[in-house]
T-cell receptor, first 114, second 112 residues
Framework: EAGVAQSPRYKIIEKRQSVAFWCNPI?????LYWYQQILGQGPKLLIQ????????DSQLPKDRFSAERLKGVDSTLKIQPAKLEDSAVYLC????????????FGQGTRLTVV | KNQVEQSPQSLIILEGKNCTLQ??????????LRWYKQDTGRGPVSLTI?????NTKSNGRYTATLDADTKQSSLHITASQLSDSASYIC???????????FGAGTRLAVHP
């Protein structure tokens, strides 16, 4: 079974620029999560999708962050404009029925804003 | 407030020694509790999932315990290896939509 795919693995941008991350969840998984993980901290949920609907985006800084999940499969997370404090690893995860709704994570995208 | 707290924040042990990591949770409604291992530069990988009725579950040298009355869980690592050096994160899903509440993690370093 293929895992959660994310790209790119690394990205360096200047502040005020825009950036987009892509996630392809495990086939058949209805739930997709985007997390922000700052160095030394646990992951913080940005947005959670159930199919193509948003379940929770309460911690998404909507003035600069946006996410979409077209057709309930792939998802993109965008930051525009980026700030220095956005430097973090952005993790995508998916979960589906069975296996206790276990969440499977991608490798993450490490973003550095300079 | 739904939250997960872990201790210690970091831990250094010698190769071959045992260690125990702690997790306290206040998540309602409770369905299960999970331990993840996160190697540096990689995404978290599940070690165990424990439901309300399970007290102990093992995965190789990893043994997790759950006390649903006190809302505490522990992860015990036996005969540690250098490859055990990682962050260990306790996670409790909350609500019908499987919202994951993460602890801050324990950073374990195993030294030769």
């Amino acid at each position: 079974e293929a895992g959660v795919a994310q790209s790119p693995r690394y990205k360096i941008i200047e502040k005020r620029q825009s950036v987009a991350f892509w996630c392809n969840p495990i086939s058949g998984h209805a739930t997709l999560y985007w997390y922000q993980q700052i160095l030394g901290q646990g992951p913080k949920l940005l947005i959670q999708f159930q199919n193509n609907g948003v379940v929770d985006d309460s911690q998404l800084p909507k003035d600069r962050f946006s996410a979409e999940r077209l057709k309930g499969v792939d998802s993109t997370l965008k930051i525009q404009p980026a700030k220095l404090e956005d430097s973090a690893v952005y993790l995508c995860a998916s979960s589906g029925p069975g296996q206790g709704n276990e969440a499977f994570f991608g490798q993450g995208t490490r973003l550095t804003v300079v | 407030k739904n939250q997960v707290e872990q201790s210690p924040q970091s831990l250094i042990i010698l190769e071959g020694k045992n260690c125990t990591l702690q997790c306290n949770y206040t998540v309602s409604p409770f369905s299960n509790l999970r331990w993840y291992k996160q190697d540096t530069g990689r995404g978290p990988v599940s070690l165990t999932i424990m439901t309300f009725s399970e007290n102990t579950k093992s995965n190789g040298r990893y043994t997790a315990t759950l006390d649903a009355d006190t809302k505490q869980s522990s992860l015990h690592i036996t005969a540690s290896q250098l490859s055990d050096s990682a962050s260990y994160i306790c996670v409790a899903p909350q609500g019908g939509y499987n919202k994951l509440i993460f602890g801050a993690g324990t950073r374990l370093a195993v030294h030769p």
